[in-house]
């Protein structure tokens, strides 16, 4: 009995992958479901049977509470971008400055969102989102779903692979026509429905979707001998995943400039939405050379396709208060069709953009939209006009509170300075819990509204104190026992984030993710940051006397003190927990810039080593660079250094540094 059921989990997998993954079925429909149909009687009699890799899986119909949390082995980085020839060019000769004679693979950039697989033993063991690169969602349910994804591969390996979830064309209007049937809200674009079905705690609803995913990267090539990115793409393919056709080897930027044009022409007609090429380097160990920013890696490339332009009628210029109390006028616009999503507001930044522009209320306009970037008003069409527009005029007051607004000298935009303005005090709400700062998932943007218009939620404590109205929450439209719990589970759980998290969301002007982070490491605690000077401030690499005048003078405010005070009170972790720094002599308060490829680190562990001793890394050599590190086949940063006379360490010297500090 075990036996026929591994061979028929082996006929129907392999039936699937050839259908699916190669366009190419080998048995016809009812034997196929004969196939299934045995396999399921098998089950049933003797669930003790069931394997992880069982193609029942693909059906779907675990219920999730909710999706756990996993933490990417290595981050998921997303690209930078690039718009035009030009910028193409640039990324090109950034890489030949290293000295290299850069082979690129050029891909398909696929409209959808991605995903990473893990694989034990050649078996599908999970399947994550990106989330916010360090930590995603548990979507494994939801991904055995995807015919294309193998639950089992060629090899007992084990493995991780990143590709794209993404629904075709055609599944995107068959859904939409069923939906627009029966009255349902309809999705604005394939990535959107993808996205959608891939968050279904009900994988039943997945599968219904039909999913598909394109496989396109290797995080961990070195582990099985892998030279080039093309050959990983091989390597993948072989082990069963479906690795993109179009994906090609160019020799030049001449080749590649070709094959962007070649498929531009062919988007349209391709079976599924695409926003753009991917550039990558091929050859791995220049990839190591080029490394990675804090959020891309150098030696890759999005080349997102133009945007395309419409035009529509601006119907009226409503204006939004922010966190800071700043007004910005927007565009409220007829409902126009731009590539795939529906646009019905774009942002006019502030009264001068609006004036340069010229814009009337009843003007027609020209909007631009390029994939996920926002839509923006190019220009009003003057020929358009027919005397019913009407001027636009900058409002002098709050349109919340009423309070009279102030603009500074020599700035552009207006603000409304009353701390009691609920819009004002919304958005920080807002932002206090968006994912970047203190992440409290269940907390969107509609339900802290809610929430503070019902008087749950009216301030930063409040949030902490949402517990006690549970037996309120559980009775409002939307929410139930299970959804309250998750959401009292996500708030008490922030209160372990690390500092850093904290000292985002309080949302102190010019203090962004990254000064919250500089900050969160150097203090190590709150009450050190509290008490710190402007003076002490801007002794650190980058932070200027506006941040740092900025910071004292938040924590020198009595309402920001108590602030801190209470949340301290209600056991909000006010302490750096990540990696901390470990001042040594030979890194602390150096400038280092890292050239060529080292023997024993990547770039990106170097530059690790580098801070967590407390130095600091810079992109380019100049006198303020006080050692630059020189691996194999080094750039002109190299003789740059030499001529500056800069202090040079190369493999040798980073080994009996590292001897020494390790002891
Ligand atoms: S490579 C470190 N290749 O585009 C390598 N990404 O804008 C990172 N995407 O987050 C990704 N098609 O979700 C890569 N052929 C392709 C892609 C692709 C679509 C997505 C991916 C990424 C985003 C960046």
Redesign the pocket.
Known sequence: MEERYLELIKIINEADYNYHTLDNPTITDQEYDSYLRELYNIEEAHPELVRSDSPSHRAGGKVLDEFKKITHAIP????S?VFNEEEIRQFDDRIKKEGINPKYVA????????VSLNYKSGKLVSAAT?GDGIIGEDITNNVKTIKTVPLTINKPIDIEV???IYISKKRFNEINADREKKGLELFQNCRNLAAGSIRQLDSSIAASRKLDC?I??L?NPTDYGIKTHYEALNFMKELGFKV?PN?RLVNSIEELLEFIKEKKEQRDSLPYD?DGI?I?LNDLQEQRIMGFTAK??RW?T?YKFPATQVLTKLEDIVFTVGRTGQITPNAVLSPVLVQGSTIRRATLHNEDYVKEKDLKIGDIVSIRKAGDVIPEVVESIKERRNGTEKDFKMIDACPICGTKLVKKEGQVDYFCLNPLCDKRNIESLIHFVDRHAMNITGLGERIIEDFYNMGFIKNIIDIYKLKEHAEDLVELEGFGNKSVNNLIEAIENSKKNSLEKLIFALGIEQVGEKTARILARRFETMDNLMNTSVEVLTNIQDIGEIIAESIVSFFNDDKNKELIENLKELGINMAYTGEKIEEKEQFANKTFVITGTLLNYSRDEMKRIIENFGGRVSDSVSKKTDVVIVGDNPGSKYEKAQKLGIEIWNDDEINSIMEEING
């Open positions: 998921m980085l997303s690209l971008n891909e398909l950039k696929i409209d959808g969102l991605s990106r990143r590709g794209e394109w396109y990267h995080p993109n994906n695409i991917v990558k891309y890696p890759a999005a």
